[in-house]
């Protein structure tokens, strides 16, 4: 989806560097989510934003950082990079959910490699 | 936390109607259940979203039983562009954010 951007779209780190990956929106959206997908499986919540002020840890935070910069802007770090965080990391946002709906929109992924 | 079970991978020639079954067990009250299509290298998509009964919109339908404790999301018609991954979620619509991506459904669409 357009209205959500990744960047960047491909990056080779070497292991112990630390790494932003940034996503933007513009679909108004407040609250946005960073997933990670490994490969033939499903994707996994690692951090979301609710607001500007609301940073929550998902399933698996653990070795990521993130920062809310603005309600358009949601970045990812990975303080020491690993080899096993090798992964397509996807961006995701919503609006806030109504009555039994709600809908994210993804983002195009960041497909990052830690050698 | 509900989880969700479905299977792994499907077969189907374009044209015919595919179902996909999602099972979810423990769903609480309070959940609905959302199904996301996801091709190679790009995001999932938003498919189709409801609570009960059967919901329809221009590329699918789904069917929630009255349990609710499984769900089935039906392509009419596949052509090979719908071959993707299906992944059925179940999420709380307040309080702790609880969306759980499971493996999904491998759907390939034969000519």
Known sequence: DADVTQTPRNRITKTGKRIMLECSQT???DRMYWY???PG???RLIYYSFDVKDINKGEISDGYSVSR???AKFSLSLESAIPNQTALYFCAT???PGLHTDTQYFGPGTRLTVL | LAKTTQPISMDSYEGQE??????HNNIAT???ITWYQQFPSQ???FIIQGYKTKVTNEVASLFIPADRKSSTLSLPRVSLSDTAVYYCLVALTSGTYKYIFGTGTRLKVLA
Do not use: E, F, M, W
Not at chain 2, 18 to 23: A, G, H
């Open chain 2, 30 to 32: 309070n959940d609905y």
């Open chain 1, 27 to 29: 679909k108004g959206h």
């Open chain 2, 43 to 45: 995001g999932p998509r």
């Open chain 1, 41 to 43: 499986l499903g994707l």
């Open chain 1, 69 to 71: 910069q603005a309600q």
């Open chain 1, 36 to 38: 990670r997908q490994d």
């Open chain 2, 18 to 23: 595919v179902n996909i079954t999602c099972s």
């Open chain 1, 94 to 96: 919503s609006d806030v």
